[in-house]
């Protein structure tokens, strides 16, 4: 399974309910991260080009960033138990 930071515009976002339900019900997103509030880590079989596509469906004005993601080159100031979740879902390559 392929991991993509998702990355959005606040100031796009008019409903972040609609949002956050669009990837809880998305059946192209496994299991999903969001320590971060303009951000998601999404887990995903789909291409990037696809989850995007996806997303655009629950987020028509949004604008945003997915992009593919790996633990062989990362860092920053997150809570334990988010560079938890980061360690046991992230792939290294």
Known sequence: ???????????????????????KNDTNIGTWWHYLNSAYILMSNSSADQLSDSIRTYFPSGTYLVIKITRSNYQGYLSKEAWDWIRENVPYT
């Open 1 to 23: 399974m392929n991991a993509y930071l998702f990355v959005y515009d606040r100031d796009s976002v008019s409903d972040f309910v609609a949002l956050h339900n669009g990837i």
